[in-house]
């Protein structure tokens, strides 16, 4: 599987960002689509997985302010962010497994792209 992610960039504090992701590769509708991040300093944390059933998750970090979804007809998936925070300043990647269970360590990983949040 190959992700493509893209949509980063600088925001302010408050302000919203739309990450996008590709897949290539592999039936996109079977497979788990999802967001990690990593911030500086810190190690790579959950965002938010979609299963190819709708089942979603967040990190509590990102509940009410992150939506994840997903276009099986275009193989894209998508991080909706609202009311950002500092603390939402990141690398975040797309991931992609053919299962999900908490916590995820997925198979696929796409190149990260920067948010940052300035506040």
């Known amino acids: 599987v190959q992700l493509q992610a893209s949509g980063g960039g600088l925001v302010q504090v408050g302000g919203s960002l739309t990450l996008s992701c590709a897949a290539s590769?592999?039936?996109?509708?079977?497979?788990?689509m999802g967001w990690f991040r990593q911030a500086p300093g810190k190690e790579r944390e959950f965002v938010a997985a979609?299963?190819?059933?709708?089942?979603?998750d967040y990190a509590d970090s990102v509940k009410g302010r992150f939506t994840i979804s997903r276009d099986n007809a275009k193989n894209m998936v998508y991080l909706q962010m609202r009311s950002l925070k500092p603390e939402d300043t990141a690398v975040y990647f797309c991931?992609?497994?053919?299962?999900?269970?908490?916590?995820?360590?997925?198979?696929?990983w796409g190149q990260g792209t920067l948010v940052t949040v300035s506040s």
């Open positions: 590769g592999r039936t996109f509708g079977a497979l788990v």
């Open positions: 979609k299963s190819w059933r709708n089942v979603t």
């Open positions: 991931a992609s497994d053919v299962r999900y269970r908490s916590p995820w360590n997925p198979a696929y």
